[in-house]
């Protein structure tokens, strides 16, 4: 059992710190997109050799949760919060110092390593704040709202850097600098407890072990559906609307700003619509839509996709944050860490595999829209679970035991 919630200001500080740490970390994770060019002009690679800037941050975020996601609750969610904040803070400071291209997948690696230890602790820590599993829903929305924000605000920082004559370096080290006062306000901030209340050691093995644990499995696979057909958005669609010519040339040239804006908008709409339908109902819904967007920019062509592409990014707004949620309030919060370090194992996972494995079937066939008819597929697989999800809804009893268990306390 955790301890109650910590007085109100401790509370709102936490949860800000939380916003922020998401919104900082989604800066440079969400610019990979406008950075690849320079790098591919400044170090003459191939799209392949390029694009490990971001298969190597997203298998080294992977790696880390499923290794190291027992920290959270072994350390405690505040020392292993600062410990991957001090790590990527450091990191981010040496991007300004190299000018190597190995030099600078070393540092994407040890960034990714970073954000999987602080990132799970983080996930943990909502639980901790939260009164049920309903309010550990809604936060878990607005968290991620704020990593919509920075996934906006990240790739208009590089761009304005560029446009300025700086190089695009200089965004990690302006979120070296925000990860710097994260630091300073995380040190002074009391913490929730979790104390462990079991014999087993927090240790690797019993990450491994909920690896098998079917409430934890089911929620990751529904995740790594929804990575990978999101991935397919906003890696590949630039790619596939390169070739439209029609006239809305400007709506293409600004369709993934749009997709960023209208994810962010609908995560921080999500507790108002959560609370009033069935979340089961919301994903099946939501999901559907999403295949109907990626289903019609294929058959539409060009022509549909510069609207539904990024219409998307609306239905997929909710998604990731509810499923993430729902995964982890299946468990008690001082597994929380655990549980959230295989969720986003599974989600990092998907973010490199889905892609490239778009990148390969576009590259067999000669077009980026073949690699968006393996979105499809993903985007129907992600239906009929969720369809599934809300005919039979699984986790029902299990999650209103554990809001009754787990969060009692923290109502007192």
């Known amino acids: 059992m955790s301890s109650p919630i910590s007085p109100k200001h401790n509370l709102a500080a936490i949860k800000w710190l939380t916003y922020l740490m998401f919104m900082m970390f989604a800066m440079t994770t969400d610019s990979v997109g406008e950075i690849i060019p320079e790098v591919i002009e400044e170090f003459q ?11 190597a941050n997203m298998i080294a975020i992977a790696l880390a949760a499923i290794f190291l996601g027992y920290m959270a609750d072994k350390l405690g969610r505040k020392k292993t919060i600062i410990v991957g904040l001090v790590l990527f803070a450091i990191n981010s400071y040496l991007f300004a110092t190299g000018n190597a291209f190995l030099f600078f997948i070393t540092l994407l690696v040890v960034s990714g390593a970073a954000i999987g230890i602080f990132k799970t602790a983080a996930l943990a820590l909502v639980g901790d704040i939260s009164r049920s599993t309903s309010e550990h829903t809604a936060t878990m929305n607005t968290v991620e709202g704020f990593f919509g924000v920075g996934a906006i605000l990240g790739p208009a920082i590089v761009t304005k850097l560029l446009s300025a004559g700086f190089s695009w370096k200089w965004l990690y080290v302006i979120a070296g600098t925000i990860c710097v006062l994260l630091i300073v306000t995380a040190s002074l901030v009391k913490y929730p407890k979790t104390v462990n209340t079991v014999d087993e050691p927090i240790d690797f093995r ?5 690896m098998r644990n079917p409430y934890a499995l089911g929620f990751s696979l529904g995740i790594f559906l929804y990575v990978a057909a999101e991935c397919a958005v906003y890696v590949w669609m630039p790619t596939l609307l390169e070739d439209y010519s029609g006239s809305y040339a400007f709506l293409a040239a600004y369709a993934l700003s749009i997709f960023f804006i209208l994810r962010a908008a609908g995560r921080f709409l999500g507790a108002w619509i959560l609370a009033r339908f069935r979340w089961t109902s919301v994903m099946a819904l939501f999901s559907l839509a999403i295949l109907v967007c990626f289903a019609g920019s294929i058959a539409g062509g060009l022509s549909y996709a510069i609207w539904l592409l990024p219409l998307s990014g609306l239905f997929m707004s909710m998604i990731y944050p509810t499923l993430n949620s729902k995964g982890i309030s299946c ?7 655990a549980v959230a370090g295989v969720i986003l194992f599974f989600t990092c996972a998907a973010a490199a595999v889905g892609p490239l494995a778009m ?3 576009s590259d067999i066939f000669g077009h980026p829209k073949y690699g968006f008819i393996l979105a499809i597929l993903f985007a129907g697989l992600l239906f009929a679970g969720l369809l599934l999800n809300r005919i039979y809804n699984p986790a029902r009893e299990r999650l209103a035991k554990l809001d009754s268990s787990e969060y009692r306390e923290a109502e007192s």
């Open 45 to 55: 690679l191939s799209l392949t050799a390029a694009g490990a800037f971001h298969y």
């Open 206 to 210: 019993r990450t491994m072990g909920m």
């Open 331 to 337: 468990f008690p919060k001082k597994e929380h860490g």
């Open 359 to 361: 990148g390969i079937v």
